[in-house]
C-alpha cells in the first residue's frame, strides 16, 4: 500500500514564504512523475507544479518566478517552496505522484496516480 503524506500548511501573511513536503511510503519499485495540485474553495483542482525523476519542472503561469518545486529521490520526498504567497494562494496543497508498484507477478507494473490528504495554506493579514 502506497502512502502520501503533505505536511507543512499553515497561516501565513501575505508577502511570506511556506515550504511544503510531501513523502511516499509503502512498497514500490520506481516513483515517476511528482506534482502538487491545489484546490481553493469553490474552485476546481489544478495544477501548480510537477517535476519528473529527472527534474524537468512545469508551473502554473500564476505560480512562475514566485514557486519552486524539487524532489530528493533518495528520501521519496517531493518540496514547494513558496515565496511571495498571496490571498489568492490560499487553497488545500494535495501531493500526487506517479508511482510503479509491484504487481502479483512481483514485477513492477504500470504506473497508477496516488494523492496526499492535502494540507492547508491560508494566507491572510
Known amino acids: 500500500q502506497v502512502h502520501l503524506a503533505e505536511s507543512g500548511g499553515g497561516l501565513v501573511q501575505p508577502g511570506g514564504s511556506l515550504r511544503l513536503s510531501c513523502v511516499a511510503s509503502g512498497r514500490f519499485f520506481r516513483i515517476n512523475k511528482m506534482a502538487w495540485y491545489r484546490q481553493a ?9 510537477e517535476i519528473t525523476n529527472g527534474g524537468g519542472t512545469n508551473y502554473a503561469d500564476s505560480v512562475k518566478g514566485r514557486f519552486t518545486i524539487s ?7 517531493v518540496y514547494l517552496q513558496m515565496n511571495s504567497l498571496k490571498a489568492e494562494d490560499t487553497a488545500a496543497y494535495h501531493c500526487n505522484a506517479v508511482i510503479r508498484t ?4 512481483g514485477l513492477p507494473g504500470d504506473g497508477m496516480d496516488y494523492w496526499g490528504t492535502g494540507t492547508l495554506v491560508t494566507v491572510s493579514s
Open 102 to 105: 509491484y504487481g502479483s507477478t
Open 41 to 49: 474553495p469553490g474552485k476546481e483542482r489544478e495544477l501548480v507544479a
Open 71 to 77: 524532489r530528493d529521490n533518495a528520501k521519496d520526498t
